[in-house]
């Protein structure tokens, strides 16, 4: 069973900094079987679409929307299955529920925001003032 945990959300000012961490386990069984994940962040603003922002793959391999492209970086220790979003000069528009999300990418399957997650986490607030 897949679980991922996110974690580091909370309220900042306009320029401000955060990092999320999204902690994950369960990573088992035929679909993981060579090991290499993609994870990715996602964030949804009430009443609008969700939006993936960044991916991460086991090469460090890194995505970004142009959204957050030069103020967001996001990282993964594989040995933790973790990934990590810095977050830098925060915007209003940055508010929104951040999501973390993850699946194999076994048998070369690309490792880009636009594609499928079969897991998510349960979602964190951010929230920008000005």
């Known amino acids: 069973q897949v679980k991922l945990v996110e974690s580091g959300g909370g309220s900042v000012q306009t320029g401000g900094s955060l990092t999320l961490s999204c902690e994950a386990s369960?990573?088992?069984?035929?679909?993981?079987?060579?090991?290499?994940?993609?994870m990715g962040w996602f964030r949804q603003i009430p009443g609008k679409e969700r939006e993936a922002i960044t991916t991460?793959?086991?090469?460090?391999?890194?995505k970004y929307a142009d959204s957050v492209k030069g103020r967001f970086a996001v990282s993964k220790d594989n040995a933790k299955n973790t990934q990590y979003l810095q977050m830098n000069s925060l915007k209003p528009e940055d508010t929104a529920i951040y999501y973390c999300?993850?699946?194999?990418?076994?048998?070369?399957?690309?490792?880009?925001?636009?594609?499928?997650?079969?897991?998510w986490g349960q979602g964190i607030q951010v929230t920008v003032s000005s």
């Open positions: 999300a993850a699946d194999s990418s076994q048998g070369g399957v690309f490792c880009y925001p636009g594609r499928d997650f079969a897991y």
């Open positions: 991460v793959d086991n090469d460090g391999i890194t």
């Open positions: 369960g990573f088992t069984g035929p679909r993981f079987g060579d090991g290499r994940i993609c």
